[in-house]
């Protein structure tokens, strides 16, 4: 498995089957039922990657850290709007940004219900979906909220590490910890008593990620993706998203791509008979010791929400001539049933994303500009007028979005992601950054200016 690819050979060696609606006919649709959808977040990534671009589709800088009261005011509804404006957003289940701003401007926000979003979110609540759904999950040990034992009785003798999570783990992951045994988990259970909690045995295995679609009728899985979390170079963080890299069948041991698809459909089916409508995405690990299982992954968790990771979906989706799944989310969302399905045998676009966190808490004087960079000797060199789809970027070039306006910013939060037609690191659990990686993230650091 390599480290990084040239763009002339940024694709993945063996085609792969991605299923969703024809292109043309979704836009068809879409065109019938909307007018004026706006896109609710800190950056404008996902309607960047819709393609072909539609007038329908904008951006508004809402989110649960700019919510409405201190976001720019939004852009009236397009004349001539037929039906009622619409939004989408992010991650409409953390906080109510979303739910105020589409009230506020009488839109209607397309999500799914609450009561199952948050079930499945869950960390804890989400185990009763995966059973039902027939797949399996790391060993584990649910631990009480109160009246609760010495730290060792919580731990198998067998393990050699764990993962500790809360029930209400969040967007980045502040909420999972690795824990090197009962010594180290005693002083965790002080600091979150009251909480319950999970903990789950380590497995060293490749992080996964599959993006997915539940409609009125059927779950659509759509690409994999390599999941980077905790980079040391990134973050500080050791359980804490630091970007993806899309993947094909080639890029992981016989029958895992498929059947960690296979995994998603199920989970997706389990959250359709629940009422649950629109994109999600499930983690997953690569369990080296079931190589020859049957079942060589496990389910980890639910995040049923859009995720930074479905901007490269819709690249690879576009170049498969598909509805990319921004498109999917809100046709599942209005139709009873969605359009016919079809069955597209493509090569995957070898994308990347990284995702830089602040190391400190600190006020930050200035960020880069949105945009797309070229990667320099010395310095970056940028931002260019124009930003093509991410299939058509430079090997040396990459899209930026800020995830920051100047101000306070604590340890672990995220400042921008960056995207390129390339991969950035090895497929490996834990990988170190590749050399175009490392220069990026250096030339990055230096033009995010801060103070403690």
Known sequence: MGTESAAGDALSAEPASLVGIDASEGLRLLGELVDDVVWL???ASMPASFRPAVPWLRHEMVSARYPSDTAPPA???RPGTRTRPMAVAFAPEEGDHATAWAAAHDRLLLRAPSTITHRAADKIDAL??????????????LIPAHARRAASAYWPGHWAEAVLQRRENNLIGRGTLRVRGPDELAPLLRAWDGHVLKISRLVPGLPLTVSACVGGDRTVVSAVSHQLVGLPDLTPGWGMHCGNQLLGPADLPHGAYDTARHVARAVGEVLREHGYRGVFGLDLIHDPDRTQSPDPVLAVEINPRFQAVTSLVQAAEHHAGLLPSLGLHIL?????????????????????????????TATVAAVPEQGRYRLGETCILGPFPASPPLTELRPDEALCWPQIRPGRV?????????????RLCPLTPEPPLGPTARAWTRHLRRMIRDRP
């Open 332 to 360: 599942a969302c209005l139709l009873p049933a969605l359009p016919p399905a079809h069955c597209r045998t493509t090569t995957i676009p070898a994308l990347s994303q990284l995702v830089l966190h602040a190391r400190r």
């Open 75 to 77: 852009a009236p509804a």
């Open 128 to 141: 009763e979906v995966f059973s039902a759904a027939g797949v399996p999950v790391p060993e584990h040990v």
């Open 410 to 422: 604590g340890a672990g939060d995220e400042l921008l992601t960056l995207q390129t037609n390339l």
């Open 41 to 43: 977040d800190r950056t």
